[in-house]
């Protein structure tokens, strides 16, 4: 088990999911109300993937975590050295998030790129969403444009990037479970 699995098996038996089960009932129930698979859950628990931004942040609101504490215990929100790091393979960048700070602030592309220490070519491919930007490259976009990994992880989208909160009338989101009547 890994540091962010035993995290997320703590959180959940506080909030009353019998996730240790024979049967996996509260893993199903878990599943159900973060809108993740029941093998999604399941590999999470035991450490052997990391879920979405998205799924993460379904599952501090169901697990009554603080979002920015769930991201850090992750290791999305704080990158680790080894860019490599297998806590970041699900991580997700919002290229139009990076762009829209970027003009706010008054940068060029070019001039913007020089300030953060990589190419305006791969600049360009991460706010096109050509291109992933490894831990130690986002930490750099991150701190030329003075803001936090969350405003360009999540971007400006409410709850998930399909129905951004609205889904179509009867439906409901898997992501974010809006249109779920209370």
Do not use: W
Not at 125 to 150: F, H, Q, S, V, Y
Not at 152 to 173: E, M, N, Q, W, Y
């Amino acid at each position: 088990m890994t540091e962010f699995s035993e995290y997320v098996t703590k959180a959940a038996r506080d909030a009353g999911y019998e996730i240790d089960a024979p049967r996996g009932g509260g893993r199903k129930a878990l599943a159900e109300a973060t809108g993740m698979s029941q093998s999604a859950v399941g590999r999470m628990l035991s450490g052997a993937t990391t879920p979405s931004v998205y799924s993460l942040r379904s599952l501090a609101s169901v697990l009554a975590v603080p979002f920015e504490e769930m991201l850090d215990r992750s290791g999305v929100a704080i990158p680790p050295r080894d860019a490599g790091s297998a806590a970041n393979s699900g991580v997700r960048v919002d290229g139009i998030a990076i762009r829209r700070l970027r003009i706010e602030r008054g940068h060029g592309m070019n001039r913007f790129a020089e300030a953060a220490g990589i190419s305006a070519a791969a600049l360009s491919r991460i706010e096109t969403g050509r291109r992933n930007p490894l831990p130690e490259t986002l930490k750099k976009i991150t701190d030329a444009l003075g803001c936090g990994i969350t405003d360009v992880v999540l971007g400006d989208i409410a709850s998930c990037p399909r129905c951004k909160g609205a889904p179509p009338a009867g439906f409901t989101c898997n992501t974010c479970g809006a249109g779920e009547s209370s």
